[in-house]
């Protein structure tokens, strides 16, 4: 399995997160990181990321 780290949760980072979660035997996402808190948020509860895989 590979396993993702989204560097940055905009437009593209968000992109990216949506199409691992719509197909999921691709990849995992592990880590996110982005300064905004309601992106990286949003992204970390999609995931299940833990909080130490978070960071801004």
């Given at each position: 399995?590979?396993k993702i780290?989204?560097i ?6 968000t992109g990216?997160?949506?199409?691992i ?6 990849a995992?996402v592990?880590?996110v990181?982005e300064?905004?808190?309601a992106?990286?948020?949003?992204i ?13």
């Open positions: 399995m590979i780290a989204i940055g949760a905009g437009g593209r980072g990216f997160s949506k199409i979660g719509d197909n999921p035997h691709l995992t592990v880590a990181a300064p905004r808190d992106y990286r948020k949003a970390q509860e999609k995931h299940g990321i833990p909080e130490a895989n978070c960071v801004f």
